[in-house]
C-alpha cells in the first residue's frame, strides 16, 4: 500500500521545480537522477526544449552519445524553441554525431547553424574539417 502523503508530495511538486532539481542533481554529476526529473519536467510545454536538450546533456557527460543523440532531436521538435536555442541544440548535437563518427549527419547539423548564424562558434572550421576528412585523403597517381 502506497503512503497518500507521499503520493501527494510527489505530484504537489511542479515541472519547474523538477526542471531546477535536475540542474541541481546534474552540476552535482547525478546524471540518472537528473535525468528522471527532466523527464518530468518535459509535460510542460515552455520547458520542454530545454527539459529535453538537459537530458541530452546527461547523457552525453555520462558518456552515452547514442542515448543523447534523440534527446536532442526531441529538443528540437520541441515548441517554442528560440532560433537562438535551436542553434545552440543543434551544435550540442553535431558536435555528439561528430563524437560518434555519423559524419553525414554533423555536417547537416552544422551546416544548418551556418545557415542560421555564419559566425558560431567552429562551425565553419568544422565543416571544412569534416568535408575534407569525408572525401578522404588526396588521390596520387
Known amino acids: 500500500m502506497s503512503d497518500p502523503v507521499a503520493r501527494v508530495s510527489h505530484q504537489a511538486i511542479s515541472p519547474a521545480e523538477r526542471y531546477e532539481r535536475g540542474i541541481a542533481l546534474k552540476k552535482a554529476g ?17 520547458l ?19 542515448e543523447a543523440v534523440p534527446a536532442f532531436q526531441q529538443a528540437l521538435k520541441a515548441i517554442p524553441a528560440s532560433p537562438k536555442e535551436t542553434v545552440q541544440i543543434l551544435y550540442v548535437l553535431g558536435r ?9 549527419e554533423t555536417l547537416e547539423a552544422y551546416r544548418w547553424i551556418r545557415r542560421e548564424d555564419p559566425a558560431y562558434r567552429d562551425v565553419a572550421e568544422r565543416i571544412e574539417l569534416l568535408s575534407v576528412r569525408r572525401q578522404g585523403p588526396p588521390k596520387t597517381t
Do not use: H, M, N
Open 30 to 46: 547525478l546524471y540518472k537522477a537528473a535525468i528522471e526529473q527532466f523527464e518530468q519536467a518535459v509535460g510542460d510545454r515552455i
Open 96 to 104: 555528439t554525431l561528430e563524437s560518434l563518427g555519423r559524419i553525414a
Open 48 to 66: 520542454a526544449v530545454k527539459a529535453y536538450a538537459q537530458i541530452g546533456l546527461c547523457y552525453k557527460l555520462s558518456g552515452r552519445y547514442e
